[in-house]
């Protein structure tokens, strides 16, 4: 695991393109630890990324016991991280996925998030998400299904309840529909779900794949209007919780410059390792801040130098260019992860020289 020990810079977010630039912790696997969250955000800060989204799979009061309150020491530590967040100018988004278990039309069930929320608001949390993805798509409940239409029509309907109880507390709302991708997924539930709710809310897209290969302009462009508003990107780069023994260092690229003039902003779904991610990170920062003439190769390099000092990430350079390749690009150390493959023996002995 890497970990940041040289100078740090500060980067400023006001000229980006972008209305924002964060993070979200919402992958699978063992989430951040509370000092790996301080940590992550005390990053961002020092180099203009603006949002954190709280949102990791398997902390179970986010997901699968959604309704349960946070308690004791876990407040305390959202607390801590509110604080931090607010001295480092980045914005802190609580986000929870109830799509699993809730039933739309029931009451209780709206008053268990509605209570949820509001404990957070209490901590000093102004922005919320609410989060569908890879959730059931069908209506499991029979008084759903005699309530309502169809999924995008329930959605709709807890999505505009929640957003007029948040605008009593002029907190904001982000959602993530339950299609998010390009390559599969119900167009017409996007339709009717970006037809219902208000514009105001920002829906998160991944982009044409759910790890994708590329992401451009006339994608998003697409996107938007079937959704009736600019993409949010939830960039699943560099996420490797689908291969967690393969660590993502290469820079943000096949990004189109020109996405700040249709998204909403750009959110990179990061690795488990949270240091290590830092390096590919701060290259997303660069690449925000000026993506018309942004350089990935050059980009790596000056955030190694910035992360660990010069001599460090000269030593760091092999491997950063080894770790380097990106999921759908084959990797050095594939075949011993990966059958099928004959294991590149003297590749790989060259590459650590």
């Known amino acids: 695991v890497l970990v940041a020990g040289g100078a740090c810079t500060s980067t400023s977010s006001e000229s980006t393109p972008f209305r924002q630039v964060g993070v979200i912790e919402g992958f699978y696997g063992k989430p951040w630890s509370h000092q790996d969250r301080l940590d992550m955000i005390e990053f961002m800060g020092e180099h203009g990324l603006t949002h954190y989204y709280y949102a990791p799979k398997d902390d179970p009061l986010h997901r699968e016991l959604w309704k349960e309150p946070y308690t004791g020491d876990a407040l305390k530590r959202f607390q801590e991280l509110i604080r931090v967040a607010r001295q480092s100018g980045v914005q802190l988004v609580f986000a929870i996925s109830p799509g699993h278990s809730i039933r739309y039309s029931d009451d209780s069930d709206f008053i268990a998030l509605a209570e949820k929320l509001d404990a957070m608001e209490e901590l000093g949390v102004r922005q919320f998400a609410l989060l569908f993805d890879d959730a059931p798509t069908a209506l499991d409940d029979a008084s759903d299904r005699q309530r309502f239409n169809s999924t995008a029509a329930a959605q709709a309907f807890l999505i505009n309840r929640t957003r007029a109880h948040l605008l ?10 339950s299609t998010y991708t390009d390559a599969w997924g119900d167009q017409e539930y996007l339709r009717e779900l ?67 003039e249709v998204a909403a902003g750009i959110v990179s779904n990061p690795m488990n390792q949270v240091h290590a991610s830092m390096l590919p ?10 993506p018309q003439n942004y350089e990935p190769e050059v980009a790596v390099m000056a955030a190694a130098e910035t992360l660990y000092g010069s001599s460090v990430s000269r030593q760091l350079e092999p491997f950063i260019e080894i770790y380097s390749p990106w999921v759908w690009d084959e990797q050095l150390f594939d075949p011993l992860f990966v059958p099928g493959n004959k294991v590149p023996v003297v590749e790989i002995e060259q590459g650590l020289e």
Request: contains cysteine; negative net charge; glycine residues 6%.
């Open 168 to 177: 009593g507390t002029r907190a904001d709302l982000v959602v993530c529909p």
């Open 194 to 260: 970006g037809g219902t709710v208000p514009e105001d809310v920002p829906f998160f897209w991944t982009g044409s794949d759910v790890v994708a290969p590329e992401i451009d302009s006339v994608q998003a462009f697409s996107w938007s209007r079937v959704t009736r508003r600019a993409p949010l990107i939830w960039d699943n780069y560099p996420a490797n919780d689908f291969a967690p023994w393969r660590v993502f260092l290469g820079p943000w690229k096949k990004r189109d410059p020109l996405l700040g």
């Open 281 to 290: 990170l701060l290259t997303l920062a660069e690449y925000a801040q000026d």
